[in-house]
């Protein structure tokens, strides 16, 4: 599987963005997919996922109810919705895949097999 991600960019604070994965090579129904990000000098760390299959989702505490995932298959892109944005949601994102989670997705870097490129979010005014 190879994934792109894309979307990135400088919005304001209170601005709204959409990143996209768009995957290739495999049904990426069949993959669960999950957003990480990195900010300068701290560990990646797990945003949000999509099981595969149900398309159950998941997100860390911090941008519940202000990010939401999603996946168009027949498109086979992911996408991240981004609102409210704060200077805290300043980082690399980066997309990720791994194979047959229909129940729960994983949140852990290592439990990604397929990663995309980062795409860089910079939220400043």
């Known amino acids: 599987v190879q994934l792109q991600a894309s979307g990135g960019g400088l919005v304001q604070p209170g601005g709204s963005l959409r990143l996209s994965c768009a995957a290739s090579?495999?049904?990426?129904?069949?993959?669960?997919v999950a957003w990480f990000r990195q900010a300068p000098g701290k560990e990646r760390e797990w945003v949000a996922c999509?099981?595969?299959?149900?398309?159950?989702?998941s997100y860390a505490e911090s941008v519940k109810g202000r990010l939401i995932i999603s996946r168009d298959a027949a498109k086979s892109t992911a996408y991240l919705q981004m609102n409210r944005l704060e200077a805290e949601d300043t980082a690399v994102y980066y997309c990720?895949?791994?194979?047959?989670?229909?129940?729960?997705?994983?949140?852990?870097?290592?439990?990604?097999?397929?990663w995309g490129q980062g795409t860089l979010v910079t939220v400043s005014s």
């Open positions: 999509i099981t595969s299959n149900y398309d159950t989702t």
């Open positions: 090579g495999a049904d990426i129904d069949y993959y669960a």
């Open positions: 990720a895949a791994d194979y047959l989670h229909p129940i729960s997705c994983p949140s852990r870097v290592g439990d990604y097999d397929y």
